[in-house]
């Protein structure tokens, strides 16, 4: 069975702070690793991870994928307070003749003014 | 295009009514997926189909069917419900194979 998990499950922070989110997994022949955001309504893309070693970027979001050790870190830079939300990880492994994405349960983030 | 629609937005049913959740896309995407949604549980599979006339179950399936007769519309019925199907529904849909997929906005289903 496909497993993700996400440390730590809240954190509260103060502008400015930067931040590291942890995804781990366990999963039968890996496809991709995705990162979500999630503001009280649905999820939005943010990263598809494919290779080690590679890190993708978007402004002060930024994420790594080490798939020796099976996991993946999202970094934010210089945090706001609309980056308040909850960050999802999820892993798509292959099922069948298909590729289902397993959820992680999400680490949701407060930024204080 | 709409991208995924959802109907309805919020629901409230007693314990053994019925109901069926809509979901439509309008991006002739060939993968279609529910979600239920419960506080601190990330997002959970419940049924998915990689195309019209195919479907297969999820990691949480009981209590729940689904068909798919159109490439647009797959909707989630709920036979008998109950307190503990109370949840967020989110159906979302992807090109076959594609990593990235669309969610809808969202049912809020209350069962009391």
């Known amino acids: 069975e496909d497993k993700v998990v996400q440390s730590p499950l809240s954190l509260v922070v103060h502008e400015g702070d930067t931040v590291t989110l942890n995804c781990s997994y366990e999963v039968t022949n890996f496809r991709s690793l995705l990162w979500y955001k999630q503001e009280k309504k649905a999820p939005t893309f943010l990263f598809m991870l494919t290779s080690s070693g590679i890190e993708k970027k978007s402004g002060r979001l930024s994420s790594i994928l080490d798939k020796k050790e099976l996991f993946s870190i999202l970094n934010i830079t210089a945090t706001q307070t609309g980056d308040s939300a909850v960050y999802l990880c999820?892993?798509?492994?292959?099922?069948?003749?298909?590729?289902?994405?397993?959820f992680g349960r999400g680490t949701s983030l407060i930024v204080h003014p | 295009n709409a991208g995924v629609t959802q109907t309805p937005k919020f629901q409230v049913l007693k314990t053994g009514q019925s109901m069926t959740l809509q979901c439509a896309q309008d991006m002739n995407h060939e993968y279609m997926s529910w979600y239920r949604q419960d506080p601190g549980m990330g997002l959970r599979l419940i049924h998915y189909s990689v195309g019209a006339g195919i479907t297969d179950q999820g990691e949480v399936p009981n209590g729940y069917n689904v068909s798919r007769s159109t490439t647009e519309d797959f909707p989630l019925r709920l036979l008998s419900a109950a307190p503990s199907q109370t949840s967020v529904y989110f159906c979302?849909?992807?090109?076959?194979?594609?990593?990235?997929?669309?969610f809808g906005p969202g049912t809020r289903l209350t069962v009391t």
């Open positions: 999820a892993v798509q492994g292959r099922s069948g003749g298909s590729y289902i994405p397993t």
């Open positions: 979302a849909s992807s090109y076959a194979n594609s990593y990235e997929q669309y």
